[in-house]
C-alpha cells in the first residue's frame, strides 16, 4: 500500500520540553510497524524541537537522545549543562561600560520629574546597561556541531535524505525565517537550531550574517502550514507546553498564591497553548484532507507544570513521564490511531509499548532499570550504559536495513 508524505512537527519548551519530545518519541517509535521516527519525510522544529529535529533527521534515534543526555554514545558527547549555560560575558561587559551613565541618567530624571516618574521608567531607562541575553549559544552550537559532524551524519541540509526545516524569528521585522528553504538553506543546522532556540532573555540573539535571529516559538511554537506546503498528508504534532488546569486547588494554592514564577509560566504556556490550537483549527479548516496527530500533556499533568521548563537536572524524570503519559495515551486511543494511520499506508502494534510500560513499573525508582528500559527499547537487562545504548542503536539500525532489502 502506498504510504502518504508524512511530517513530524516538533514545538519548543525548553529542556524540560525537548526532554518531554524525546520521551514521547520513544513511545511513538516502539509502536510503528515497519517505520520509525527518523524515517519521516519532513520534519519542522521550533526551539527545543529544533534540536530533536535536527538529531532525527540525522538518523539519531530517540534513544539515543534519552542516553546522551547521561552519557556519551556513537560519538555524542554527554549533554551537559555548560552546553546549554554558557554566560553571555562578552555582551555583559560591554553593556555593563554604559550602566554608569544609565544610572546617572536615572538619577537626573527623577530629580527633574519626581512623582511623576515610576518605578518602570526607572527601570528602562537603566536597561541600556543590561545584557541582551542572560547566555549565549556558542557552546550549544559547537557541541551540535560536533555531533553533526560525524561520519553518517550531517551539519548541511542540502545533504540529508529527509526535508528538515528550522523555524526561527527576525528579530528586526518580526517576520518568521524558515531555515531549509531558500535563501536559508545554506545556513549550518547547528547554527540554525541556536537562532531557533534562542529564547529572549535567557539567550542573545544569534547574527546570521547581517540578522539577529530569536526563538522561532514567538511566530507560532509549531509551523504546520510549512508541513503541507512541503506536501505532508500526514503530521505528527508534538507540543509539550499546555496551561495547567487549577480550577480545584486547595485553599492557598491558587497559581497566584504561589509567586510570578508560577504565573509566568502560566502565561507563557496559555500564549503557546491557544496559538498551537487556533493554528491547528485554521490548518484543518483549509486543509481537511490533511491528517493531524496532536500529542500533548493532559490540562492536569502536574508534573509538565511543576518543573521550570530551563532545569537541567531534571530531563530523566520529564523523558520517563513523556514516554509513560504518551504510550498511555496511544494504547487508550489505539483503534483510533491504528484505522487513521492505516489510511496512510502505516502499520502500528501496541504489543511492545505495553510491555515497556510494564518493565517501566517493574523498574520503579530504580535510575539504573529504568533507564535500561527506556534506552534499549523495554530490556531489563543490566549491561554497561554505553554497551546497552549502542547494542540497542545497531538492533535499530540492522533492523531497517532488512526491511529497505
Known sequence: ?????????????????????????????????????????????????????????????????????????????????????????TDLLYRAAHLPGALVQAIQRWVREGGEVS????????????????YDSRSLEQYLRAALEQPGRSNRFADLDHELMIVATDLDTGERAIFGLPPLDNVPISLAVCASAAIPIFYRPVRI?????????????????????????????????????????????????????????????????????????????????VDIILIEPSRQDRTMFAENTMRFHTRMTIARHGFESVARQLCEHYPYYRAMLARHGITISDERIRQDLRNLQMAGDNPHLVRAALVTGGSLHTAPAGLASTLAELDRLLSRLEVTR
Open 1 to 89: 500500500m502506498h504510504r502518504s508524505k508524512a511530517a513530524l512537527v516538533l514545538a519548543g519548551g525548553g529542556v524540560a520540553g525537548a526532554a518531554y519530545e524525546i520521551g514521547a518519541l520513544c513511545a511513538i517509535d516502539q509502536v510503528l510497524e515497519h517505520l520509525s521516527v527518523n524515517e519521516f519525510d519532513v520534519y519542522v522544529g521550533t526551539s527545543a524541537g529544533a534540536l530533536i529535529s535536527a538529531c532525527l533527521a540525522n538518523n539519531m534515534s530517540p534513544r539515543t537522545l534519552i542516553s546522551v543526555l547521561e552519557s556519551s554514545l556513537l560519538g555524542i558527547d554527554q549533554l551537559e549543562p555548560h552546553h546549554l549555560y554558557q554566560l553571555n560575558i
Open 119 to 134: 518605578l518602570l521608567d526607572l527601570i528602562e531607562t537603566v536597561a541600556v546597561g543590561l545584557p541582551t541575553g542572560l
Open 209 to 289: 550574517g547581517d540578522h539577529d535571529y530569536i526563538d522561532g516559538g514567538l511566530r507560532g511554537t509549531a509551523s504546520l502550514d510549512v508541513a503541507i506546503e512541503r506536501g505532508a498528508e500526514l503530521i505528527v504534532c508534538i507540543n509539550p507546553m499546555v496551561p495547567f488546569d487549577n480550577r480545584r486547588h486547595p485553599p492557598g494554592a491558587a497559581i497566584s498564591d504561589q509567586g510570578i514564577q508560577r504565573i509566568g509560566n502560566q502565561v507563557f504556556r496559555t500564549f503557546i497553548h491557544a496559538g498551537l490550537h487556533y493554528h491547528i483549527k485554521q490548518v484543518r479548516r483549509r486543509h481537511p484532507e
